[in-house]
């Protein structure tokens, strides 16, 4: 016999069938013995009949996690029994006979539940249990709802999904990179990349025109709040384009997303608001404003532009630094100053960030695909010429070859998915989460190696 899933059991009503799942509950009531089963598609209740003695005999040792195969006709409930709330409410399995797959040790926690009451270190030490429980397994199947809606629609619009390198140039970037080192290479690393950021417009000097990817990036950051050492971008990358062509892309899609994987929730006004920098902190104090209407409204989303933001900011030391990427052109009516490098303070750049209910859940910019403001940016910063063809180099030499003027922009996928799930925190979008010190319960990751390990690298630990 052929499994079927239990979200199609009301197909089948007055026919005998095959399902295989999870005991998700099980109620002795002596004669007559109910089990839960739950598959990946939903949960049906089934019985055990006391004269069935094969098949209660079998219920009446399975435990909650258990894995079954049963073989069960599915019978209408007669009216009074009917649960018009409930998946399956108006049918019933009944148990002919049951094969366990595998036991189970009792869990170390309720999977059925919500789970915010129990201690989220167990959780994500017992992650694969955890993300049995019905909410993880939404926010998982609605993540990929989204992904794939984003992967059609940028492919509709011409966009190709390239992937770039998980093993690069360690760059000044804005964080700390996390470094590899190169065992046939002794003496050198490979970095982790924060981005793809120079990999996407690379792309655009090799003329696709359209790039998008789900990016991993990492960052060797403190962690701060709910940030995590690896997360997921959106990340996108247009040629051809100006500031409001990316701007009306990514608001284009992300209002798609809601109407159609999420028609509860309201966006609150289309098109999305513009701030500028300056509004933004007079305003709200926050360059990620929330400006909901109604703060206790779980279906309200208030997605809002700021741009115009400042180039560049002072350093502790005095110099100036980016604020946001060293790729950005300026805003082309300070173009000139940034050439002659003039009101350095005062120089716009054609950043945009989105942000989302009080979280920035993205942000780009237009580019300099000219190498000469490319290397004015880097000088103000106080790059010396031999260290800007060190580090970026290939940058400038790319955009020697008639690199098109270029665009993007970068989506926080995570938090744009704990938003739309109404999840507290990015830990409940991430399949695998670590801790708030970065590490991973589960497997005890990061972990000592042994020494050989690390001599083969050509390095020696230096004990803290
Ligand atoms: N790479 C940038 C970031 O990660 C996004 C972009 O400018 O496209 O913030």
């Not at 902190?281 to 997605?303: G, T, V």
């Not at 350095?344 to 910019?365: K, R």
Request: one cysteine or more; hydrophobic letters at 35%; proline letters at 6%.
């Amino acid at each position: 016999m052929k499994r079927i899933l239990i979200k199609d059991l009301e197909k089948h009503i007055g026919e005998e069938v095959l399902i295989n799942g999870w005991v998700d509950v099980r109620r002795d009531q002596g004669k007559l013995i109910f089990i839960d089963v739950r598959d990946v598609s939903g949960k049906v209740q089934a019985v055990a009949l006391p004269f069935n003695k094969e098949a209660h005999a079998v219920a009446e040792k399975v435990r909650s996690e258990w894995v079954l195969s049963i073989h069960g006709k599915v019978n209408a409930r007669p009216e009074k029994n009917v649960n018009k709330d409930e998946q399956n409410g108006m049918l019933e399995v009944e148990l002919l006979s049951i094969e366990v797959l595998n036991e189970s040790v009792t869990p170390p926690f309720d999977i059925r539940g919500a789970g915010d009451d129990i201690n989220e270190e167990i959780r994500l030490r017992y992650r694969y249990l955890d993300l049995r429980r019905p909410r993880l397994q939404k926010n998982f199947r609605m993540r990929h709802e989204v992904e794939l809606f984003c992967r059609n629609f940028l492919s509709k619009e011409n966009f190709l999904e390239i992937e770039t390198p998980i093993l690069t140039k360690s760059t000044p970037e804005g964080s700390r990179d996390y470094l590899v080192p190169s065992r046939i290479n002794p003496g050198k690393f490979y970095a982790l990349p924060q981005s793809p950021q120079q990999y996407k417009q690379l792309l655009m000097a090799s003329g696709f025109e359209r790039y998008f990817q789900f990016a991993r990036c990492m960052r060797d950051e403190d962690l701060r709040g709910d940030r995590q050492p690896e997360f997921t971008q959106l990340d996108m990358e247009l040629s051809f384009v100006e500031q409001e062509d990316v701007m009306e892309l990514n608001e284009r899609l992300l209002i798609a997303i809601v109407k159609e994987l999420y028609p509860n929730k309201r966006i609150q006004q289309i098109p999305f608001p513009r701030l500028s920098y300056k509004e933004a902190m007079e305003k709200y104090n926050s360059d990620k404003p929330d400006i909901r209407e109604d703060k206790n409204d779980s279906d309200l989303l208030a997605f809002c532009w700021v741009v115009d933001f400042p180039f560049f900011e002072k350093t502790d030391e005095g110099g100036w630094t980016f604020t946001h990427n060293p790729f950005s052109a300026a805003k082309p009516e300070h173009r000139e100053w940034l050439m002659n490098k003039e009101h350095i303070g005062d120089i716009l750049t054609t950043q945009y960030d989105i942000a989302l209910n009080g979280f920035e859940i993205g942000g780009g910019s237009i580019r300099n695909h000219n190498p000469d403001a490319l290397r004015r940016v880097l000088q103000i910063m106080g790059h010396s010429d031999e260290k800007i063809d060190q580090n970026f180099g290939h940058m400038l030499e790319a955009f020697s070859f008639g690199t098109p003027p270029h665009g993007g922009i970068a989506w926080g996928l995570d938090r744009l998915m704990a938003i739309l799930q109404n999840e507290p925190n990015i830990r409940e979008v991430i399949a695998f989460a670590k801790n708030g010190e970065g590490r991973e319960l589960m497997t005890e990751s990061p972990s000592e190696v042994p020494v050989e390990q690390i001599t083969e690298l050509g390095l020696r630990l230096i004990k803290p």
